[in-house]
Structures are given as structure tokens and as C-alpha cells.
């Protein structure tokens, strides 16, 4: 297995440092997480046979692992392969293992149709857990919609993804749900804060949806919106929006964007003189932005829909699990991911209960799979969680993080507000 750290730096110095040459998308390459000759677009199973041969069963990953998407993405693979490794230890589906296979989509809607056509067509996978971004999936999940191929989005939080189709669920809770714990948090934290400046990224559709949210909570708390800020996740530079912004002296910013951008943000904000609180939103929520923001992201706000802390059973083997290997807290979006893989895994032994998988053709097998999954209930590392009859997910706990930077700005962490 690879080691994660190499990697995670070689990301920021790409990422972090480069913004301009990273953040133009980057064609996707071939999985080298796949390796070859276990690749299945590379066995010799007959064709149509079930998600594999009657040996292993496939589940596709159609994420970013590279562009600037990635600093989400790479969570992401991180989650699925804990997922891949956890399952299989456990006997796999009834004896049969699981292999996950990775394509990777970069950060664009074209990678995320190439990533989905190719595990559809050529790696034929039971289901794929992807991509990464909400504006990735509006253009992507339709094709395994129509290929009738189960998804299961692991970060697509914007209004409308389980709309998409019938064989599009989400694990990951909806903006709706989740964007207003941290406006509450806000003002436990600062009971004074009465103007709110927003910014948003108006290229990603994913931000669009959020910034709608915020939007709305924060008028419907009674607090003023005093202005609403526009920007592209591919910008470097905020000087003027952010100099806008701090001239009507919002006491809160809330900021829906993405992490190299929304980084950026939160340091030139700050490099600016204002001192109030910061909201982040989803595309924030990962500790690469550390590299970003350094000390300047201390303090910062950010919605949750996974704590490490929480207690059951499959939370406790995961969060060990992560820890052993990245030497720190799970985030969110590994969270997810592995759960994305449990529910393809639960549901195929629910489906094996009944009749044998591994003989099952593949397009019964997708089709028994996502009406499968759709019906049960899962007990994650998010908690509990099922589906409405669109694929929307069903989850009880939220939480709030407060992100805490050490003085030199090269170490910080996610702590969990009560
Ligand atoms: C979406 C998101 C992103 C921030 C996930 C990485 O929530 O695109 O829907």
C-alpha cells in the first residue's frame, strides 16, 4: 500500500504553491491505485459476468485524485481503501472479496464522465462510490443512470443529486441539513454577531447550492445579509471582494467555495485586518486548507456530518484503523467514503442471503443492488443511516468543528464543539 504522506505533500507543494497551474484541470490518467494485471478491464472473466469474475467482486471509485479537487478527493481514496481492507478482513461478501477499482476524474465534468464510462463499460464494476464534486455529478451520474449502474455520491451535498436518477443515492447529508449547525454555532460563540457578509464560489454548483442555504438561515435568524460576494474556485486572488466585504464590518463571513480558493479567502481576509468569525462550508472541510491558510484559518467554523468520536462499533474499527495509518483524526470525507463502500458491501450480502451473487448476471446484479440499498438500513461510521425511496440519505447526528491552528501555523486539527 502506498504511504499517504509522500503523497499528501507532493499534493501541497502541487497544490498549495502552484495554485494558478493547479487549478487548471488536469486530464485524468489511468488509475495507478489499480494495479495491473488485477485490473478488471485487464482479467479474462467472461463478459456479463457478475461485477467481476465469480472470484471478486468490483466496486468502482470515481474520484478526484488530482487537480485541486483532490485535496477533497485523496480523503476520499484514503476512506475507500480503509473500507476495502476492513470488509475483506471480514470474510468479504460471504467469502467472495471485494476489490475497489479507482478512476480517476480530476476536477471537471469531462474526467468525471471518462472515470464513470470507463468503470461502467470497460471495468464493470456492481456500483461506483463518486465523484467528488456535486457540479461533477450533475454531468456524470446520468450516464450510470441510464446504464443503470448504482451511485453512490460520497460528498454531493447540493440540492437536486438524488433527483438525478433512480440509481443515484447519496450518503452524504444535504447542505440543507447540514450548513445551518454552523451559523447556530456562530452566534452561541458570539451572541452579538448581527451582519453577515457571504461569499461564494458561482462556478461550482455544489457552492451555488450552499451560499442558497446560508442565505437563508441567516435572514431567517434575523441577522442582516449585508452583502453577497462572488468569486471562481479557480481564483488566486480575493483583494477586492474581500476589501468589499470587510467595508460593510460584518461582525460573521460565511465563505462556500472549495479548499485551495476558499483558503486563499480565509488568509487574505484575515492578511486584511478582520477579526470576526468565518464560517467555511463543505468544500473547506478537510485539513489541507491548513497548508493553505496556516495560522489564519485558527478559529474557523465548519458544519459536520461525521464525528470521530461517535460511538459504535464499526466508528471505533475505522477511526483506529485511519488513526494507525494517517497518524490523526478521520475526516469527514474518508468517513463518507467508507461508508459509501459499507452499503454496496451490506447490500450484496443481503442480495447473497437470497441467491448466490457471483452467478448473477451483471445487469441483474446492479439492478438487485440498487433496489437492495435503497431499502436498508446501515450502521456506519456516520451512525445509523437509510434511504428515502429517491436515495436521499436519512442521518440523525450533525456536529460543529472549530479548526485550531498551532502558533507557526504548521500544525492544526478539527475540534469538536459540544
Ligand atoms: C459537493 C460538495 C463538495 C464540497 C464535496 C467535496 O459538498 O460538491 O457537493
Known sequence: MKKPTPRSSALFITCASLLLACSQTNTPQTSTTASPGTSPSADTSPQGSAGGNSNTIYIGIGVAQTSNVALLGQEQVAGAKIAEKYFNDKGGVDGTPIKLVFQDTGGDEQGAINAFNTLINQDKVVGIVGPTLSQQAFSADPIADRAKVPVLAPSNTAKGIPQIGDYIARVSAPVAV?????????????????????????????????????????????????????????????????????????????????????????????????????????????????????????????????????????????????????????????????????????????????????????????????????????????????????????????????????????????????
Request: proline content about 4%; overall charge neutral; hydrophobic content about 40%.
Open 178 to 418: 447540514v450548513a445551518p449547525n454552523a451559523v447556530k454555532a456562530a452566534l452561541k460563540q458570539n451572541p452579538n454577531i448581527k451582519k453577515v457578509a457571504v461569499f461564494f464560489a458561482q462556478n461550482d454548483a455544489f457552492s451555488k447550492s450552499e451560499t442558497e442555504t446560508f442565505q437563508t438561515t441567516v435572514k431567517d435568524m434575523g441577522l442582516e445579509l449585508a452583502t453577497v460576494q462572488k468569486f471562481l474556485t479557480t481564483d488566486t486572488d480575493f483583494q477586492s471582494q474581500a476589501t468589499n466585504a470587510i467595508n460593510v464590518k460584518p461582525d460573521l463571513i460565511i465563505i462556500s467555495g472549495l479548499a485551495a480558493d476558499g483558503g486563499n479567502l480565509i488568509k487574505q481576509l484575515r492578511e486584511l485586518g478582520y477579526k470576526g468569525v468565518i464560517i467555511g462550508g463543505n468544500g473547506l472541510n478537510t485539513s489541507n486548507v491548513f497548508a493553505v491558510c496556516k495560522a489564519l484559518c485558527d478559529g474557523v467554523l465548519i458544519a459536520q456530518a461525521y464525528s470521530p468520536e461517535y460511538e459504535n462499533e464499526i466508528n471505533k474499527a475505522y477511526r483506529e484503523a485511519y488513526r494507525a495509518q494517517f497518524k490523526k483524526e478521520p475526516p469527514q470525507f474518508s468517513a463518507q467514503a467508507f461508508t459509501g463502500v459499507q452499503v454496496f458491501v451490506d447490500s450484496l450480502k443481503a442480495i447473497n442471503a437470497q441467491s448466490k451473487v457471483s452467478q448473477k448476471p451483471l445487469a441483474e446484479l446492479r439492478t438487485n443492488l440498487n433496489q437492495q440499498l435503497l431499502g436498508g438500513k446501515y450502521d456506519t461510521p456516520l451512525g445509523e443511516i437509510s434511504f428515502t425511496p429517491e436515495g436521499e440519505v436519512n442521518q440523525k447526528e450533525f456536529y460543529v468543528a472549530r479548526i485550531k491552528m498551532e502558533a507557526d501555523g504548521n500544525n492544526g486539527k478539527f475540534e469538536f464543539l459540544k
